[in-house]
């Protein structure tokens, strides 16, 4: 009897220093406010990758602490929000569906490249910052690619209560944010996409979009290079 | 009341870190507030490095909207879900220039004559502990524990606030808030905190200022 009381306190001891060393953060769908941006006057069908559907990121941080950050399907709900905000007519397709199947513009498909966050324990400050990297793929009525754009989003909160969690999720949530602020504001100057309500590239365009794609200026992630933090670009819309 | 009581009303209030402070401001043009004209307070954007701790900019919010001379102050998140996606930390305008482009996007204009907001205050620096010093060590027995030992620091409160006029897009002008704080804690068996509230000082100081350099009518 005494045996097995030891083992029991010994297994809860254990799960609670186990506990101690992993955070998991749940990243609730982050409603984006509507903008105060014209609609762009495409119909557009957006492609909503499996892994927007359940996306985790596990990292361990400095050998002490594993952090797991789950994002779920956020970001399925904040691209479907985000481009309803952007587009006339947003048609949701999911990893299965046949873009044939359907009449649009312009077909955009989304994906994360990169997820990386950083603790307090990192930087030596009050802070946790996450940084998104999506790229955004467009294609034409034809299917034939028309861009790439990276874009680099991030988020920053300050340490409040003991875990951390809490304030993690909003560094994610505000890395969102973030990304929606650029791509509204920048999407269309990064891709041309409201060209494409002309119909389809021709095949000299095709050329030129095909080396665009491939070139640094658009896929280096920098977004300074193409929007002045702290400021507003005359070009936006 | 008893003697033990008197005793820790003066250790709760009579004992206390000294602070010291200098609150200064620098207007650059007329101010004053009409009926139904709004403030909001907001921190500048950490994309340029900013620091400002979240608590310090709500205390501010709060300090302006009670008291004496209370102002009429919209929460800094509904003004920038409000204007959602012209005032995010990578797009809000960094000076008055940016301002008079960003008056011009449709919209804008509307939302803020919406809110009523004639001004908005950017908050800029934070709070650092500068120095700290001394030894104290504690131990618990079965017979019970104690502390004894002697430790203190210093935090360096200074921040900066900048004024907006959104009525004609200008800079209305800069208050500024310097508190500096030392704390100690002496322990002999009990540890006796005598904590100074420096960044909480800061929050009235530069609240009370705010108010006065908004509501004035004073000219240039």
């Given at each position: ?10 297994a ?70 985000l481009?309803?905000?952007?587009f ?123 080396s ?26 | ?12 209030f ?21 009926q ?32 004496s ?49 004639r ?53 209305a ?48």
């Amino acid at each position: 009897m005494i045996a097995s009381t030891q083992l029991r306190s010994s297994a809860i001891l254990f799960s609670l220093l186990a506990a101690g060393c992993a955070s998991n953060v749940t990243v609730e769908y982050p409603t984006i406010p509507a903008p105060n941006v014209k609609k762009l006057p495409l119909d557009v069908a957006v492609r909503i990758p499996a892994e927007f559907n359940n996306f985790v990121h596990e990292e361990k941080v400095l050998g002490r602490e594993t952090w797991t950050i789950n994002l779920g399907s956020a970001n399925a709900l904040f691209f479907e929000q985000l481009f309803g905000y952007m587009f006339d007519n947003v048609i949701v397709l999911g990893p299965d569906d046949n873009a044939l199947d359907y009449t649009f513009d312009a077909l955009i498909e989304p994906k994360i490249e990169g997820f990386e966050f950083s603790v307090p324990n990192q930087t030596k400050t009050d802070a946790f910052a996450v940084w998104i990297r999506y790229r955004i793929q467009v294609f034409d009525s034809a299917g034939n690619s028309a861009s790439t754009w990276t874009v680099s989003a991030y988020g920053k909160s300050q340490k409040e209560g003991m875990g951390g969690s809490k304030s993690l999720q909003r560094a994610a949530v505000l890395a969102m944010r973030d990304a929606a602020a650029l791509i509204l504001l920048q999407m269309n100057k990064a891709t041309k996409i409201a060209a494409l309500a002309d119909g389809p590239l021709d095949f000299s365009q095709i050329e030129s979009s095909a080396s665009a794609t491939q070139d640094a200026a658009y896929d280096n992630g920098a977004p300074e290079a193409i929007f002045a933090i702290g400021g507003i670009d005359d070009d936006t819309e | 009341m008893t003697l033990s009581n008197s005793i820790t009303i003066v250790l709760a209030f009579g004992l206390a870190g000294c602070v010291t402070a200098s609150v200064e401001d620098n207007r650059e043009e007329t101010t004053g507030l009409l009926q139904g004209e709004t403030v909001v307070v907001m921190a500048k954007s950490y994309h340029q490095g900013n620091e400002t701790e979240a608590d310090y900019i709500s205390c501010v919010e709060k300090s302006l909207g009670r008291g004496s001379g209370a102002l009429k102050v919209v929460p800094g998140q509904v003004f920038v879900d409000s204007l959602f996606p012209w005032f995010e930390p990578r797009t809000a305008p960094s000076d008055t220039k940016g301002l008079v482009l960003l008056m011009e996007k449709p919209g804008v204009p509307e939302a803020i004559k919406r809110m009523g907001v004639r001004y908005v205050v950017w908050l800029d620096g934070g709070t650092e502990r500068i120095t700290q010093g001394g030894s104290l060590s504690c131990a618990a027995g079965p017979g019970g524990g104690g502390c004894f030992g002697f430790a203190w620091w210093t935090d360096d409160a200074d921040y900066e606030a900048s004024i907006w006029d959104l009525s004609d897009s200008e800079a209305a002008g800069t208050v500024t808030a310097d508190f500096s704080g030392t704390s100690f804690l002496p322990a002999l068996v009990v540890p006796i905190p005598l904590i100074a509230r420096t960044q909480s000082r800061a929050c009235s100081g530069l609240s009370k200022q705010l108010k006065a350099f908004l509501s004035s009518n004073e000219k240039v």
